[in-house]
Each structure stands twice: as C-alpha cells, then as structure tokens.
C-alpha cells in the first residue's frame, strides 16, 4: 500500500480556492486516490475518489497528472466551515474488500480565515 | 436516515483495564469496521465485520477483539488496557465488504 505525503497545514481565507496536493511515488497501477475530510470531533467524510485526468463532484475537484505520482485536491470558493483536516489515500479503489487497509497519513490542517 | 451511532463518546479507564465500546451502523449496512486514531499515528485499521464474521484485520495484538452481532451491530473490546491505548476509536458502516464507509462521531478513550 502505498504512502501519502500531503502538508502538515495551510491556510486560506474564505471565498479562495484551496489546492492541496498530494505526493503518492509508489503509486501501484491499480491504486486509486481517496480523499477524505474530518471536522473536529467527528469521524471523516468521503470526498472524492480518482484513477487518473480529473474528476469532480458538487464538493471538490480531483487532479491526477499522466504519472499519477501526484493529485491535487481542489477546493472552490471555501468557507469556514471547510476549516478541517484533509486526508489523501492511496491503495484498493471503495469498492474493493481490502479497501479498509488503506494507509491513513495525519492529513492536511485546513484553517479558512474571515 | 439515522448515521452511525457510538457509545459511550468520552471514557475514562485505568492501565490494566478492560474496556468495550459499541457501534450501531447506519440501518440496512452490514459492515461495520473499527479503527484507532492518535495525534501521532493518524488513523489505523483494526478489523472489519460483514455478517457476524471478522473480515479483515489490522496489525494490533490480541487485546483488541471485536464481534458484531445479527443485527449488525458490533463491539470492540480492548483489554489489559495500556497508556497507549488512549485514542479515538472510530467505528465506520458501509453496505457490504467493501464500498463507501460512514464514520461514527467515534469514542474518545483516556486511558490513566
């Protein structure tokens, strides 16, 4: 299973779009990239799930490069209350039984400013 | 639809201790997976339940078992309880083996 590196913490005011990316060299052919969100005090919530290009739903876009060594979670026009912690994983796609031994890093500290 | 439902949420226990917590999935999912979160260690699996059989399995000793019931319900149990032990416990229900997962509010446990 492959191992994540994200930043430790960003900043960003409300109505910027936030870009957090993520590092994933080890990346194998089948993996796919999940990201999740946690607010404090909460368990975390399903984001947004790619193999490779882009993929976007009503929350977040997700970039994948050719080499899928990278992939950059995108945040439209946040608010305060996307101020949380975001994770990148790597490995078997939601689908998949084994899905549950995904490497969880410590994630990215989003604090959005007034 | 009602979410995923932990208790006790805060728990204090002393070292040596045995301790179980208890996860009601959301209704209609049949599995129902634990894991561990600590400031340092992030968020790690600790086994995975679907139709009253354990699954999966993370790579924690023998003390943390679990078991889920026919209602699909399930406990985890930690025994001989160690300062480590301190962490978020969080119990997470999806449909079936697999797919998206839904992550309880989790059980802050102290251990002292």
């Known amino acids: 299973l492959a191992k994540t590196t994200q930043p430790i913490s960003m900043d960003s005011y409300e109505g910027q779009e936030v870009n957090i990316t993520c590092s994933h060299n080890n990346i194998a052919t089948n993996d796919y990239i999940t990201w999740y969100q946690q607010f404090p005090s909460q368990g975390p919530r399903f984001i947004i799930q790619?193999?490779?290009?882009?993929v976007t739903n009503e929350v977040a876009s997700l970039f994948i490069p050719a080499d899928r060594k990278s992939s950059t979670l995108s945040l439209p026009r946040v608010s305060l209350s996307d101020t949380a912690v975001y994770y990148c994983l790597v490995g078997p796609g939601l689908e998949a039984g084994n899905n549950r031994k995904l490497i969880w890093g410590l994630g990215t500290s989003l604090a959005v400013n007034p | 639809k009602a979410g995923v439902t932990q208790t006790p949420r805060y728990l204090i226990k002393t070292r040596g201790q045995q301790v179980t917590l208890s996860c009601s999935p959301i209704s209609g999912h049949r599995s129902v997976s634990w894991y561990q979160q600590t400031p340092g260690q992030g968020l790690q699996f600790l086994f995975e339940?679907?139709?009253?059989?354990?699954?999966n399995k993370g790579n924690f000793p023998g003390r943390f078992s679990g078991r889920q019931f026919s209602n699909s319900r399930s406990e985890m149990n930690v025994s001989t309880l160690e300062l480590g032990d301190s962490a978020l416990y969080l119990c997470?229900?999806?449909?079936?083996?697999?797919?998206?997962?839904?992550f309880g509010p989790g059980t802050r446990l102290t251990v002292t």
């Open positions: 790619g193999y490779k290009t882009k």
């Open positions: 339940y679907f139709s009253e059989t354990q699954r």
């Open positions: 997470a229900s999806s449909l079936a083996q697999g797919g998206e997962q839904y």
